[in-house]
Protein backbone atom coordinates (compact mmCIF):
# COMPACT_ATOMS: atom_id res chain seq x y z
CA UNK A 1 0.00 0.00 0.00
CA UNK A 2 1.10 3.36 -0.15
CA UNK A 3 2.28 6.21 1.82
CA UNK A 4 -0.61 8.53 0.29
CA UNK A 5 -3.18 5.43 0.63
CA UNK A 6 -2.38 4.75 4.25
CA UNK A 7 -2.45 8.68 5.11
CA UNK A 8 -6.17 8.39 3.57
CA UNK A 9 -6.80 5.38 5.63
CA UNK A 10 -5.75 7.10 8.96
CA UNK A 11 -7.18 10.45 8.04
CA UNK A 12 -10.38 8.71 7.41
CA UNK A 13 -10.63 6.78 10.88
CA UNK A 14 -9.43 9.48 12.81
CA UNK A 15 -12.37 11.80 11.26
CA UNK A 16 -14.60 9.03 12.36
CA UNK A 17 -13.12 9.00 15.93
CA UNK A 18 -13.51 12.76 15.99
CA UNK A 19 -17.16 12.90 14.77
CA UNK A 20 -18.39 10.69 17.11
CA UNK A 21 -16.28 12.85 20.14
CA UNK A 22 -18.05 16.04 18.62
CA UNK A 23 -21.83 14.01 19.05
CA UNK A 24 -21.28 12.92 22.24
CA UNK A 25 -20.43 16.70 23.44
CA UNK A 26 -23.53 17.17 21.50
CA UNK A 27 -21.91 19.32 18.39
CA UNK A 28 -23.20 17.93 15.00
CA UNK A 29 -20.37 17.55 12.71
CA UNK A 30 -19.67 17.95 8.95
CA UNK A 31 -16.67 17.15 7.00
CA UNK A 32 -15.26 18.99 4.26
CA UNK A 33 -17.59 22.68 4.43
CA UNK A 34 -16.23 24.80 2.46
CA UNK A 35 -15.31 28.56 3.18
CA UNK A 36 -15.58 31.33 1.02
CA UNK A 37 -12.03 31.34 0.53
CA UNK A 38 -12.34 27.92 -0.78
CA UNK A 39 -10.78 26.15 2.33
CA UNK A 40 -12.35 23.14 3.45
CA UNK A 41 -11.79 22.39 7.32
CA UNK A 42 -11.79 18.60 7.34
CA UNK A 43 -14.64 18.60 9.72
CA UNK A 44 -16.96 21.90 10.85
CA UNK A 45 -18.78 21.54 14.38
CA UNK A 46 -21.62 23.36 15.12
CA UNK A 47 -22.62 23.65 19.13
CA UNK A 48 -26.19 24.03 20.07
CA UNK A 49 -25.55 27.37 21.31
CA UNK A 50 -24.59 28.63 17.45
CA UNK A 51 -20.64 27.92 18.78
CA UNK A 52 -18.49 26.49 15.27
CA UNK A 53 -15.87 24.20 15.88
CA UNK A 54 -13.17 23.20 13.41
CA UNK A 55 -11.21 20.34 12.86
CA UNK A 56 -7.94 20.08 11.04
CA UNK A 57 -6.84 15.85 11.19
CA UNK A 58 -3.13 15.35 10.35
CA UNK A 59 -2.68 11.91 9.24
CA UNK A 60 1.32 11.86 9.84
CA UNK A 61 4.49 14.57 10.27
CA UNK A 62 4.75 15.05 6.91
CA UNK A 63 1.29 15.83 6.36
CA UNK A 64 1.66 18.40 9.35
CA UNK A 65 5.06 19.85 7.91
CA UNK A 66 3.23 20.32 4.43
CA UNK A 67 0.19 22.35 5.26
CA UNK A 68 0.94 25.72 5.15
CA UNK A 69 -3.20 26.43 4.93
CA UNK A 70 -4.34 25.73 8.58
CA UNK A 71 -3.67 29.32 10.09
CA UNK A 72 -6.51 30.33 7.01
CA UNK A 73 -9.28 28.47 9.48
CA UNK A 74 -8.58 30.40 12.75
CA UNK A 75 -10.86 33.45 11.60
CA UNK A 76 -13.55 30.93 11.05
CA UNK A 77 -14.19 29.39 13.63
CA UNK A 78 -14.39 30.19 17.57
CA UNK A 79 -12.69 26.82 18.28
CA UNK A 80 -9.89 25.36 16.57
CA UNK A 81 -8.21 21.82 16.93
CA UNK A 82 -5.63 19.48 15.32
CA UNK A 83 -6.62 16.05 15.34
CA UNK A 84 -4.15 13.40 15.08
CA UNK A 85 -3.89 9.17 15.94
CA UNK A 86 -2.62 7.98 19.31
CA UNK A 87 1.00 7.73 17.72
CA UNK A 88 1.40 11.08 16.50
CA UNK A 89 4.56 13.11 17.68
CA UNK A 90 2.27 15.54 19.23
CA UNK A 91 5.52 17.88 20.06
CA UNK A 92 5.68 19.34 16.58
CA UNK A 93 2.13 20.73 16.92
CA UNK A 94 1.38 24.29 17.75
CA UNK A 95 0.64 24.38 21.82
CA UNK A 96 -1.59 27.40 21.38
CA UNK A 97 -4.17 25.08 19.41
CA UNK A 98 -6.59 22.55 20.89
CA UNK A 99 -5.41 18.74 19.93
CA UNK A 100 -7.67 15.96 20.01
CA UNK A 101 -5.97 12.60 19.63
CA UNK A 102 -8.78 9.84 18.22
CA UNK A 103 -8.79 6.78 16.24
CA UNK A 104 -11.93 5.10 15.08
CA UNK A 105 -13.81 4.31 17.68
CA UNK A 106 -13.62 7.55 19.45
CA UNK A 107 -11.51 10.66 20.88
CA UNK A 108 -10.23 12.51 23.61
CA UNK A 109 -9.38 16.24 24.00
CA UNK A 110 -5.88 16.16 25.02
CA UNK A 111 -5.11 20.33 24.82
CA UNK A 112 -8.79 22.30 25.29
CA UNK A 113 -9.07 25.08 22.32
CA UNK A 114 -8.52 28.62 22.86
CA UNK A 115 -11.93 30.76 22.07
CA UNK A 116 -12.06 33.43 18.98
CA UNK A 117 -15.41 34.49 18.73
CA UNK A 118 -16.37 35.27 15.46
CA UNK A 119 -17.89 38.02 14.33
CA UNK A 120 -21.62 38.22 13.70
CA UNK A 121 -22.07 38.28 10.16
CA UNK A 122 -19.26 35.65 9.44
CA UNK A 123 -21.16 33.32 12.08
CA UNK A 124 -24.84 33.93 10.61
CA UNK A 125 -22.73 33.21 6.81
CA UNK A 126 -21.34 29.81 7.91
CA UNK A 127 -24.06 28.87 9.97
CA UNK A 128 -25.94 29.09 6.87
CA UNK A 129 -23.38 27.34 4.49
CA UNK A 130 -23.26 24.63 6.79
CA UNK A 131 -27.11 24.23 7.23
CA UNK A 132 -27.74 24.39 3.46
CA UNK A 133 -24.94 21.55 2.75
CA UNK A 134 -25.77 19.50 5.49
CA UNK A 135 -29.40 19.32 4.13
CA UNK A 136 -28.61 19.15 0.37
CA UNK A 137 -26.24 16.15 1.57
CA UNK A 138 -28.86 14.55 2.93
CA UNK A 139 -31.27 14.82 0.10
CA UNK A 140 -28.58 12.97 -1.85
CA UNK A 141 -28.72 10.12 0.28
CA UNK A 142 -32.44 10.27 -0.64
CA UNK A 143 -32.29 10.79 -4.12
CA UNK A 144 -28.78 9.72 -5.61
CA UNK A 145 -29.79 11.03 -9.56
CA UNK A 146 -31.04 14.47 -8.53
CA UNK A 147 -29.94 17.76 -8.98
CA UNK A 148 -26.31 18.23 -8.35
CA UNK A 149 -25.57 20.53 -5.97
CA UNK A 150 -22.18 21.61 -5.70
CA UNK A 151 -22.22 25.09 -5.88
CA UNK A 152 -22.29 25.21 -2.38
Do not use: N
Request: net charge positive; hydrophobic share 45%; no cysteine.
Amino acid sequence: MQASEIGRLTAAKIARGVMRLMIAMDVAPLQEVGLKSGRRPDILGLGRDGSLTAIEIKSSRADFMADGKWHEYLDHADFFFFAVAPDFPTRILPEAEGLILADAYGGEIIRPSIKRPLPPARRRALTLRFARLAAMRAQSLEDPEGRAWEGL
